[in-house]
């Protein structure tokens, strides 16, 4: 008898979906906005000098994704980062200046890899929302500015926000994410800065396959 409620909770639960594995698999286009923050001071013979530098760059690039379950993903990508400004306020014996830069920086090239979760909530036969929260490793591989060029770092994203999958028949869809998150620095050679937490915004459209 205990076998048989067994077997009867199991079916239950397969048939309400908890063990389904929706498999998916699709790829896309990226861009990411990222702000990320330098810092550092310094004294030299009595005089003291302070600076904070906000550094804006834009990311392009494509991404692929590989649906695990109907609740876990993971991705990789790659994305080409340009700086296109820099915000610095320099204090100098008490006296603050504020200025903007553009131009001269170098851009890389990144390979992104990451996991994340969703919880998808459907709103009609053909759309389903899901919020989403995972983590996004961005490994940089190196710049093109010439020996006078910023020795990058690598960052690790926390990221959350919110998806939606677009059904086009029974297995194709077009994904979309717009994720907002904070990054922690790893390596690189700033000094005398130090690099700071950053933060950005990462959208994803792309082309999905349900398997």
């Known amino acids: 008898m205990k076998k048989v409620c067994v077997v009867v909770i199991l079916l239950m639960f397969i048939s309400s979906g908890l063990f389904a594995m929706e498999r998916t698999v699709g790829g896309g286009l990226l861009y990411n906005l990222a702000i990320s923050n330098l810092s550092g001071s310094e004294t030299f013979e ?6 904070d530098a906000d550094l804006t760059r834009n990311g392009f690039g494509a991404f692929g994704f590989y649906g695990i379950s109907q609740f876990w993903e993971v991705n990789f990508g790659f994305l080409y980062k340009n700086p296109s400004k820099v915000k610095v306020t320099e204090t100098f014996n ?20 990451g996991v994340y979760y969703k ?22 591989l190196g710049g093109d500015g010439g020996a006078e060029a910023m020795d990058w770092w690598h960052d690790l994203w926390l990221r959350a926000g919110v998806g939606l999958d677009a059904f086009l028949n029974e297995r194709m869809f077009i994904r979309s994410h717009l994720i907002y998150g904070a990054s922690i620095p790893f390596g690189g050679d ?9 933060h950005g915004l990462l959208i994803k459209v792309g082309l999905g396959w349900m398997l």
Do not use: H, R, W
């Open 46 to 51: 009595g005089e003291s000098f302070s600076l």
């Open 190 to 198: 700033v000094k005398p800065l130090e690099l700071g937490v950053g």
């Open 119 to 140: 919880y998808p909530i459907p709103v009609s036969d053909t759309l389903v929302f899901f919020p989403t929260g995972g983590v996004d490793f961005e490994f940089t």
């Open 94 to 113: 008490g006296v603050t200046n504020t200025y903007e830069m553009s131009g001269g920086l170098d851009s890389v090239l990144a390979l992104q890899l």
